[in-house]
């Protein structure tokens, strides 16, 4: 079965700190591969998703960066964090060609930039 | 661009039906989905409706769609406070893989 894990779970980081948010797949191979933030109080927003591996498409232009290394990893980084950068970041896949669409979630990391 | 609506806060008192209400504006939509988000947790996929379809039923949730009105609806029978939580209403049109998200309705289950 597939399994998707995200990590940190939860971070606390002060403003101009850098990020890195890790994100992995299991037993599935060549998964689109998505980011979304959720601020509080709000919907989803997606930032970035990944075709293949190095294949980045960025939706919100912004301080954040993508970058896909392995087929099944997908990592979120800033060289600067601001305080607008706080807020729930989810990782999803979805297995390339299917049907039904749908996305599978990671648990979410919770980003706190003071 | 494509656009989903939801109603933001839904109260019902345990044991009555929820109804879930979302509207839709993209024409192509090929799937709608219905995502549950508990607390601090990651949205997990509850069920969805291919578009040539009027309604879908698993266990306790109805899904009913009116292509015409692009109207989507999640009814959950006999709510229990297990059900609260937050439904994300989502689409995703024909070839796309990138699908569209409402804001969520946050689902409030009451004794």
């Known amino acids: 079965s597939q399994t998707i894990h995200q990590w940190p779970a939860t971070l606390v980081q002060p403003v101009g700190s850098p990020l890195s948010l890790e994100c992995t797949v299991e037993?599935?191979?060549?998964?689109?591969l998505y980011w979304y933030r959720q601020a509080a109080g709000r919907g989803l927003q997606l930032l970035f998703y990944?075709?293949?591996?190095?294949?980045i498409s960025s939706e919100v232009p912004q301080n954040l960066s993508a970058s896909r290394p392995q087929d099944r990893q997908f990592i979120l980084s800033s060289k600067k964090l601001l305080l607008s950068d706080s807020g729930f970041y989810l990782c999803a896949w979805r297995k390339q060609g299917a049907n039904t669409g749908e996305l599978f979630f990671g648990e979410g990391s919770r980003l706190t930039v003071l | 661009g494509e656009d989903v609506e939801q109603s933001l806060f839904l109260s019902v008192r345990e044991g009555d039906s929820s109804v879930i209400n979302c509207t839709y504006t993209?024409?192509?939509?090929?799937?709608l989905y219905w995502y549950k988000q508990e607390p601090g947790a990651g949205l997990q996929l509850l069920t969805y409706i291919f578009s040539n379809m009027d309604m879908k039923q698993d266990q306790r949730l109805t899904v009913l769609l009116n292509k015409k009105d692009k109207h989507l609806s999640l009814r959950i029978a006999d709510t229990q406070t297990g059900d609260s939580a937050i439904y994300f209403c989502a689409e995703v049109s024909g070839g796309s893989y990138i699908p569209t998200f409402g804001r969520g309705t946050s689902l409030i289950v009451h004794p």
């Open positions: 990944s075709v293949g591996i190095g294949q």
């Open positions: 037993g599935t191979s060549n998964p689109n």
């Open positions: 993209d024409s192509s939509s090929t799937y």
